[in-house]
């Protein structure tokens, strides 16, 4: 598998350091490992990026390593059954921020069960922490805030 194309790595890093407001997002790198962007203090050039962490630490990374980009929504840490999850109120806030995105941005709702379910269209009824829609098929696909892990974009940042 390879990693992103110079162009398509600043791009992807340019929009999400200028989301307004800046929104937290991570890096996947092919071998698994997840970096978190936690301000938009990052400089990239040439396909090569770097910033501080928290703590001061230099990381650097450069595209040919990087699988994905993408935002990540992260829930509360209440705990249910040893796993996080969202109340119903951060569950239906979170539904109506990725549906109202202009122009509409896949996303892909990962479950505590290990499941994803990719939402491709905005086509989607949910309210009281519950949430369903039809597939093409015409299968029904149901989910609940307190089976959620997480609610990330579908930002797809591997080369073909």
Same mark, same amino acid.
């Given at each position: 598998m390879t990693g992103m194309k110079p162009q398509q790595f600043e791009e992807t890093l340019l929009q999400f350091k200028h989301r307004r407001p800046f929104q937290p997002f991570v890096v996947e790198l092919l071998d698994g490992r997840m970096i978190e962007i936690v301000s938009p203090n990052i400089a990239f050039c040439d396909g090569a990026a770097s910033f501080f962490t928290p703590d001061s630490d230099l990381v650097d990374f450069v595209c040919e390593?990087?699988?994905?980009?993408?935002?990540?929504?992260? =829930?509360?840490?209440?705990? +249910?059954? $040893?796993?996080?999850?969202?109340?119903?109120?951060? @569950?239906?806030?979170? =539904?109506?921020? @990725?549906? +109202?995105?202009?122009? @509409?941005?896949? @996303?892909?709702?990962?479950? =505590?069960?290990?499941?994803?379910?990719?939402?491709?269209?905005?086509? =989607? /009824?949910?309210?009281? $922490?519950? /949430?369903?829609?039809?597939?093409p098929e015409f299968d029904l696909v149901e989910f609940t805030c307190d089976e959620v892990r997480a609610i990330r974009s579908l930002v797809s940042g591997v080369a073909s």
């Open positions: 390593d990087v699988r994905e980009i993408r935002s990540v929504v992260y =829930l509360s840490e209440v705990t +249910n059954g $040893g796993g996080p999850v969202m109340t119903p109120e951060q @569950f239906d806030q979170t =539904l109506r921020q @990725f549906l +109202n995105r202009k122009p @509409f941005e896949p @996303f892909v709702v990962e479950m =505590l069960d290990g499941r994803s379910i990719e939402i491709v269209r905005p086509k =989607l /009824a949910f309210g009281g $922490g519950s /949430a369903g829609f039809l597939t």
